[in-house]
Nanobody, 123 residues
Framework: QVQLVESGGGLVQAGGSLRLSCAAS????????MGWFRQAPGKAREFVAG????????YYADSVKGRFTISRENAKNTVYLQMNSLKPEDTAVYYC????????????????WGQGTQVTVSS
């Protein structure tokens, strides 16, 4: 059983940056693909970024390409999401998730989830 804990969320002005972290425990982190998703109030959970177990395959949602960067440090059992040029529409609860093999765009393909961290971008 893998436990995931996100951190790094907060309030930031538009144009600012935040770095989210997701620490994993209880499993073999290096064998999992990791994903970041977000959910704004009244909206469906949406894919943000995904990374394969060794980092060789990376996916981004079109809405964050060029602004967000996903990375991982298997030695630290941690995956990151660097968010730059933040916009008010990036406001959401951000979740990290884990699954076997390669990342997926679909939230229901992930087996393990963190509790989420709030990101609020003011205009």
């Amino acid at each position: 059983q893998v436990q995931l804990v996100e951190s790094g969320g907060g309030l930031v002005q538009a144009g600012g940056s935040l770095r989210l972290s997701c620490a994993a425990s209880g499993g073999t982190f290096s064998s999992y693909a990791m994903g970041w998703f977000r959910q704004a109030p009244g909206k469906a959970r949406e894919f943000v970024a995904g990374i394969s177990w060794r980092g060789g395959t990376i996916y981004y949602a079109d809405s964050v390409k060029g602004r967000f960067t996903i990375s991982r440090e298997n030695a630290k059992n941690t995956v990151y999401l660097q968010m730059n040029s933040l916009k008010p529409e990036d406001t959401a609860v951000y979740y990290c998730a884990a699954r076997d093999n390669i990342p997926s765009y679909s939230w229901n393909q992930y087996n393990y989830w963190g509790q989420g961290t709030q990101v609020t971008v003011s205009s």
